[in-house]
């Protein structure tokens, strides 16, 4: 079966840093791209970060930028996120996701985390 687990979630204060990990299983992890979305409550899903199956192809929404790195270990079937300068506006649900192609996860189709709750604190 196809899965995607996410840990790393928890509580933090605003300027703090969060890990989160998601561990794949089911597919072939190197041939697809990985990446991470968020929802807070009564908001739509966005889009956090992605990264592609090849060097370079790296993407993150404007408002993280410089303050979130996605990377994976193929070797290990692992994505990561790095959190760091966390602010209220960072508050949600986290999903792993991965799709064959950047676009084809970022559309929704392809293979989703159970999601992994991150909340920001003042």
């Known amino acids: 079966q196809v899965q995607l687990v996410e840990s790393g979630g928890g509580s933090v204060q605003a300027g703090g840093s969060l890990s989160l990990s998601c561990a794949a299983s089911?597919?072939?992890?190197?041939?697809?791209?990985t990446g991470w979305f968020r929802r807070a409550p009564g908001k739509e899903r966005e889009f956090v970060a992605a990264?592609?199956?090849?060097?370079?192809?790296?993407y993150y929404v404007d408002s993280v930028k410089g303050r979130f790195t996605i990377s994976r270990d193929n070797a290990k079937n692992m994505v990561y996120l790095q959190m760091h300068s966390l602010n209220s506006e960072d508050t949600a649900v986290y999903y792993c996701a991965a799709g064959v192609t950047i676009g084809t996860m970022t559309s929704g189709r392809g293979y989703w985390g159970q999601g992994t709750q991150v909340t920001v604190s003042s």
């Open positions: 990264i592609g199956t090849s060097a370079g192809m790296e």
């Open positions: 089911g597919f072939t992890f190197s041939s697809y791209a």
